[in-house]
């Protein structure tokens, strides 16, 4: 069990639909997504922390448009070569 923080919302955030177990569950989320996007904790972390399967957690990723891989130009130029190379070797026994 971890800690209690109380913090202050405004009202009309309930007529919204937003009651106490919706608003802990949207700041725990929050914490978790940016952690992971901060490189602080693994996918697989982040899913734990949700309770969730990891590939839940790569569906939350996509619904909130929060990037999985987030490769440089020149990072991804790596991988392509990476995968030609792969795929050049797996053409000559």
Not at 37 to 47: M, V, Y
Not at 69 to 92: I, Q, W
Request: glycine share 6%.
């Amino acid at each position: 069990m971890g800690a209690t923080i109380e913090i202050q919302v405004p009202e009309t955030l309930q007529s919204w639909g937003f009651d106490h177990e919706k608003i802990q569950h949207c700041v725990l989320e929050w914490i978790v997504l940016t952690l992971f996007t901060d490189e602080r904790i693994s996918s697989g972390k982040a899913a734990a922390l949700l309770g969730i399967s990891r590939i839940e957690f790569l569906n939350l990723l996509r619904k909130r448009g929060i990037a999985y891989v987030d490769f440089s130009a020149e990072e991804l130029d790596e991988e392509f070569a990476a995968v030609e190379a792969l795929k050049s070797m797996s053409n000559h026994p």
